[in-house]
């Protein structure tokens, strides 16, 4: 069997030890009625070449967007993976590590935490970041969470142009906790619509989530929303794109409580959107209401810098049903990974991939708006991703664009129903060099004449 | 005590003006089409180092951690088992780790495959109807069984409030009722480590929803009056939910679905391999009983005529738990896993599990008493309650067996055993290295009577010593000051 030492030898001198004849007699423990006699209705044990092969069969049966012309995005972004960050990570002192309960013998990974919370500190500007979060899905159903106990409140706001996944999401998340989560409306030009937010505000409210660039792309302005939302009590929950935050306003500059969002996009694989890694970062107030795991800076006896897990009262091993989330492994490998990337790329290279990012969104906006029968369904401005008015439903746009080996976007109807239709959620990353763009464009036009055709 | 210079961070090693990794081939522009008030005023703060810097500082960090490629983790109910390195190199494929989740199920027929049969093969293991892989770690997968739970009464008409578990439960059980809205109910283990049917029954009543109970539970002990347990607890109309954290004592010897389990989940990072991650990725599959699984999160994989589709459209579901299918990468490993295994090698990976920490148990019991019993299952609770008269604690011995070279075992959990060190050496260990183990246990015990000051001195061979959480706790710092 494979990934097993004992010989034969072996099993008898340890039974033997043990004053037992077989192996059987270990399980006599369970009650004969529930013992498996026979084997699981599974296949028997293959080689690692038979079980490669059948893996390679299943993976060539996948046409995934890194081997297409992709412009997919809605939360998960197809960067480059710098080598350097794969080889770090594919070290087994850092995979095959486990959580770090005994500080000195992880060091590493303590201290790996220490940095990622720092860069996320750094991205965000508030004061306290955690160690991650499944994604940033549940990162923002938490934050809903936290932001209830603190207020002592039971409504969130959440605005219409919300990720939906992140929706669904925070909707099974709260349905126990007897909270409310209401939807603001979008305004025509694609944001938060402000008037609508301020009759919705009152002692209720325990936070309003505010998701900048929002799932349609646009940017919203928090800093006008952040007075009324303060005055009213509530606390002000951002969910942002990590990448973004190369060149945007950070929500702790428009008095963001708490920030969260989603860290595949530094470094880490699509892989068919998961495993995924969610941030956490929040004001220095709120830091006892925080779920998950923090590293501390601390010494050792010697005088020596070191780092721990602190806070950990906070936690399910210790609180049990006091515990602030019920979190415990979380997404580690993945966070080193966003944390080797942020410092490979450091403030020049991030800096870099916002601004490229930009200029190819924009530069495809501009191409497709001047397509005949396409324009930008907002006018607001937007970092990487926009929404296109198709001259047809998006379906078909994207499946005559599919015919060329281009994955043109999101349909809209996919989550926002028939009056979305023709609308289309389109990306651009560094990764796209002018020639793709003009495979789209031409897609684009070869479906418009469909249409008319 | 000088404060932390933090001059061995990545932040220390910053040098203003120094590139690392590159996006453009040619000097870029600050965006001119977005208003200014969108826009970040000067510097992020990130640090500016070199690539071949960044190397070395994170491999130097490395060598810092101890790591199952090493040596011996055995940590219990956490099963460090060893990571084949296949598992990696399958999901590495590019045809799978470039999906991205948007695309049509025609594009990822070969995924949706995967995770059919993932889940198919958790169906066996468990024994149950179904199963949704989605939950993203154990603790996600416990959330899901009890919001399974409501959504399953709710629909009945009912409404129950409580949720028992033993005082021997996980810390996430507990935790986990409370953010679903549940009360949680904590009973009494009896004088043998399992649940006592008296106390179970006195305090069971109409209200109770769920009973989460871990099998074996953490003291490594099968209960072995299962069968009356689940009876008890259905016939006061309340789900049983096994906590599977353990179910590496269990796969291809017995099935949960046997004992009468309404539900459960697997932690595939545990029974199925898959690498921690000093911290994660996990993945908690749920596995239920058709009653329940009308409640199962979407989207759901169906396979028809040999092809697969996600179904969105199932109405009494309780919605999602992940932005999308969950820790796909994860699956694949862990599906490598027991294709590689197979019916027969599962069988054999727990029986040697067993064996082994029966083995273990036995040869440093004399030192390390186990009181509940030297039969166990996968993992079993010593004490090191007789060190005590020497001033030593449990916890010294933890950090003694650092300097061994070996990780420490699970300390002062489950609480029912004062000084408890929890151990679980998994199937993969060799006769040698179990020995070794045991030899290092024994010579603490040795040294305990001899040399106490070198155990609550200990560690010495770490790379930094005791550290001082207290001060941490008091003052966290939690990230490389601005300024630094």
Known sequence: ?453 | MAANDFSQTIYGKSRRGRHGYHIASRPTEAPRDIPREYLREGRIGLPEVSEPQVMRHYVDLSIKNHHIDRDLFPLGSCTMKYNPKVNEDVAAMPGFAGLHPEQSDDDAQGALAVMHALEQALVAVSGMDAVSAQPAAGAQGEMLGLLLARAYFSDRGESRHKVLVPDTAHGTNPATASIVGFETKTFASGKDGRVDLDVLRATLDDDVAVLMLTVPNTLGLFETQIGDIVELVHKKGGLCYMDGANMNALMGQARPGDFGFDMMHFNLHKTFSTPHGGGGPGSGPVAVRSHLEPFLPIPRVIEKDGAYHLEYQRPKSVGALHSFFGNFGIYLRAYTYMTRLGSDGIRRASSTAILNANYLAKRVSSHYPVPFGERCMHEFVATGEPLKKHGVKTLDVAKRLLDFGFYAPTIYFPLVVPEALMVEPTETESRETLDRFAEALLRIAQEAVDTPDVLTSAPTRTPVRRVDEASANRNPILTVPMDS
């Open chain 1, 1 to 453: 069997m494979p990934y097993t030492y004992h010989t034969d030898d072996d099993r008898r001198a340890m039974l033997e030890a043990l004053g037992l004849e077989s192996e059987d007699d270990l399980l006599d423990v369970i009650p004969d009625q529930y013992r498996l006699r026979a084997l699981l209705p599974i296949e028997r044990g293959r080689t690692e070449p038979e079980v490669l092969r059948m893996l390679g069969r299943l993976a060539d049966r996948n046409a995934p967007a890194t081997k297409l012309v992709s412009f997919l995005g809605g939360g998960i972004y197809d960067h480059t993976v710098p080598s350097a960050v794969k080889n770090i990570t594919s070290r087994p002192e850092f995979a095959t590590a486990y959580t770090p309960y005994q500080p000195e013998a992880s060091q590493g990974t303590l201290q790996v935490i220490f940095e990622f919370q720092t860069h996320i500190s750094r991205l965000t500007r508030l004061p306290v970041a955690n160690a991650s979060m499944y994604d940033g899905a549940s990162a923002l159903a938490e934050a809903c969470l936290m932001a209830a106990k603190i207020t002592r409140r039971e409504v969130v706001l959440v605005p219409g142009s919300l990720n939906p996944r992140y929706l669904r999401v925070a909707r099974s998340y709260v349905a126990g906790q007897k909270i409310e989560l209401k939807t603001i409306p979008v305004s025509s030009a694609g944001d938060i619509d402000a008037a609508a937010l301020k009759r919705e505000l009152n002692d209720r409210v325990a936070a309003v989530v505010v998701q900048t660039p929002n799932y349609f792309g646009v940017l919203e302005r928090p800093w006008d929303l952040q007075n009324d939302i303060h005055a009213a009590g509530a606390l002000l929950v951002a969910s942002v794109d990590p990448v973004s935050l190369s060149l945007l306003k950070p929500p702790g500059e428009y008095g963001a409580d708490i920030a969260v969002g989603e860290c595949q996009p530094l470094g880490n694989e699509m892989s068919y959107g998961g495993p995924l890694v969610g941030f956490m970062a929040c004001k220095q107030d709120y830091i006892r209401q925080m779920p998950g795991r923090l590293v501390s800076a601390t010494k050792d006896v010697d005088g020596r810098d070191a780092f721990v897990l602190t806070l950990q009262t906070r936690e399910q091993h210790i609180r049990r049903e006091k515990a602030t989330s019920n979190i415990c492994t979380n997404q580690g490998l993945l966070a080193t990974r966003a944390t080797v990337y942020v410092s490979l790329l450091g403030e020049h290279g991030f800096t870099e991939l916002g601004r490229v990012c930009h200029e190819r969104a924009h530069k495809l906006a501009g191409l497709i708006g001047a397509l005949d029968g396409y324009s930008l369904r907002y006018r607001a401005p937007f970092f990487r991703e926009f929404v296109v008015m198709c001259p047809t439903d998006a379906d078909s746009v994207i499946e005559t664009a599919r015919k060329d080996g281009v994955l043109a976007g999101i349909p809209l109807a996919r989550y926002f129903g028939a009056t979305a239709r023709n609308l289309l959620l389109v990306t651009a990353t560094e990764r796209h060099a002018d020639e793709d763009f003009e495979k789209l464009c031409g897609a684009l036009s070869r479906a418009a004449l469909v249409k008319v055709g």
